[in-house]
């Protein structure tokens, strides 16, 4: 059963760092990824790391990430990271893990999704 955990968040302050974490398991994945959704919007690509399982990754990011985001991985852990400086107010969302058994950059296009982890900054 392919599970996907996130983990990490919480409430800061504006200008603070936070990592959320992502637990991966019941198989292999070609890309994974990070969401978010604030209320009374959609749910919006924030960071995404293609090619997992082969030795070159490909990373990319929204626009209103770029800089301060960064996505990475840890293939031992099976777990996917993503690390958040600079926050901002507008950055608040619950925060999606998603995964696709393929090499993929269609990031809309993901089969497993994760519960989400709420993150909340201040201003």
């Known amino acids: 059963q392919v599970q996907l955990v996130e983990s990490g968040g919480g409430l800061v302050q504006a200008g603070a760092s936070l990592r959320l974490s992502c637990a991966a398991s019941?198989?292999?994945?070609?890309?994974m990824g990070w969401f978010r959704q604030a209320p009374g919007t959609e749910r919006e690509f924030v960071a995404g790391?293609?090619?997992?399982?082969?030795?070159?990754?490909?990373?990319y990011y929204a626009d209103s990430v770029k800089g301060r985001f960064i996505i990475s991985r840890d293939n031992a852990k099976n777990t996917v990271y993503l690390q958040m400086s600079s926050l901002k107010p507008e950055d608040t969302a619950v925060y999606y893990c998603?995964?696709?058994?393929?090499?993929?950059?269609?990031?809309?296009?993901?089969?497993?999704w994760g519960k989400g982890t709420l993150v909340t900054v201040s201003s």
């Open positions: 998603a995964a696709h058994s393929k090499f993929t950059n269609n990031w809309y296009a993901m089969e497993y």
């Open positions: 019941g198989r292999t994945f070609g890309s």
């Open positions: 790391m293609a090619g997992i399982m082969w030795s070159g990754d490909h990373t």
